[in-house]
């Protein structure tokens, strides 16, 4: 059953922000790390070739952001970027007087510096024997009417894990940059749309002189065009109120098992 998206209550951020987010890490050149070339395709489904797009659909909000240059600009597509279809069948839940279905965009945020072209395939990346808390994020793609998105490509990435007795200031987050890719993956929506990842809960890091909330940034590619690029929260984080780019729309709310689901609408 496709679950109506989260209503976008709230303009899209992206051209409003001029403040960072370059963490305490101050590896903001990892964007020059990876070869920028596309990856291997697409794992979870099967999703077929196609071509490889530009990837260059300057949809993201990261323009104004003063020190998201490193990287900020959408390169080269996911691998994947195959062929994604739509393909029919069940629709959102909302609807306009005409009986045809209405989902909203799904609000932009910032790329950050972090962003690393060539995530790998994969959806699990709690695989590093890390201590933290378990999350896992599912949900449907769709377009804005309401369509499940096959063969979409979702890619995440977030800071390395809390520990479930940590607080605030205990042990800083940070982004991998090596060629492990720690806590990046990227995974293709299956026929009817769906995407998950299994990972743990990010930590909190600087940004100057104020943590960010946890986050996990999301990107999502239709056909090899960048469809979208924002952020994920947690609900009842300390840091929400205040951040520069927390969009309560997007702010995930797990079960007690760590399940989160949120929709993306592109
Ligand atoms: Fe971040």
Known sequence: MVRAAKTAALAPLGGLLACTDDGSDASGTEAGTSDGSSSDGPGTSGSSGGGSGSGTSGSTGSSSATSESAGSTATSSPSSGSGSTETGGESGSESEDTGTAVCEPSPEDIEGPFYRPGIPVGGDLDVHGDPGVALRIEGVVQSEGCVPLANAIVEIWHATPVAPDAEPGDDDATYDSTDEYRYYGQV?????????????????????????????????????VERLTSQLYFEGDPFNDGDAWFNPVMALDPDEAGLANIDFVV
């Open 188 to 224: 293709a929506t299956d026929a009817r749309g769906r995407y998950a990842f299994n990972t743990l809960r990010p930590g909190w890091y600087l940004n100057g002189p104020q943590y960010r909330p946890a986050h996990v940034h999301v990107k999502v590619w239709v056909r090899g």
